[in-house]
Every structure is written in structure tokens, then in C-alpha cells.
């Protein structure tokens, strides 16, 4: 049973920084596919940062240059360090993991991110 935990989120003035973790439970391939994804109210979910094996990284262009995407494969844990936020940052965050063919996919329960001034 994969089971993912994200915690980290929270409220932060404009310009602030936020770091998520997630931490996965259970057995997951170290060439899984980890990345980190947001749904903002009346939005669709929206990719933000993926991370693959040997640590190739994909970053939507509105965070570029200011997110920064890392794992752990001992601690089976992804972090999003997020620097100047912006209030367009504003949204639930949720964490996946995905692998194999057919592609077997996993969410967490989301942690949310306020920023507002």
C-alpha cells in the first residue's frame, strides 16, 4: 500500500518562502516518476515540478526560477522549496508519484498554501 504524506503548507506574506515535503509510505521503484502538482479554487489541477530519475527536472513556467524540486530516495521524501511567493501561488498542493506501463499513480491528501499580504 503507497501512501503519500505532504506537510510544509501554510500562510506567507508575498515574497516569502514555503518548503512541502512529502514523505511515501510503502514500496515505490527508484525510477518512480515524484512531482508536485496544485489546484487553485475554480481551477483546473495544474502541473508545478516533476522530478525523474537521476534527478532530471521539469518546472511549469510560472515557477520557474523561483521553485526548486529535490528528492530523498533513502527517505523516500520530494520537497518543494518555493522562494518569492506570489499570491498567484495561492492554492492546495499535492504531491504524486507514478510509474510502470500501464502507469500506476498515487496522490496525496494536498497541503495548502496561502499568500496574501
Known amino acids: 500500500q503507497v501512501q503519500l504524506v505532504e506537510s510544509g503548507g501554510g500562510w506567507v506574506q508575498p515574497g516569502g518562502s514555503l518548503r512541502l515535503s512529502c514523505e511515501v509510505s510503502?514500496?515505490?521503484?527508484?525510477?518512480?516518476?515524484m512531482g508536485w502538482y496544485r489546484q487553485a479554487p475554480g481551477k483546473q489541477r495544474e502541473a508545478v515540478a516533476v522530478?525523474?530519475?537521476?534527478?532530471?527536472?521539469n518546472y511549469a513556467d510560472a515557477v520557474k526560477g523561483r521553485f526548486t524540486i529535490s528528492r530523498d530516495n533513502a527517505k523516500n521524501t520530494v520537497y518543494l522549496q518555493m522562494n518569492s511567493l506570489r499570491p498567484e501561488d495561492t492554492a492546495m498542493y499535492y504531491c504524486?508519484?507514478?510509474?510502470?506501463?500501464?502507469?500506476?499513480?498515487?496522490w496525496g491528501q494536498g497541503t495548502q498554501v496561502t499568500v496574501s499580504s
Open positions: 510503502g514500496s515505490i521503484p527508484s525510477n518512480a516518476f
Open positions: 522530478i525523474i530519475t537521476g534527478g532530471s527536472t
Open positions: 504524486n508519484v507514478n510509474w510502470g506501463a500501464p502507469r500506476r499513480s498515487y
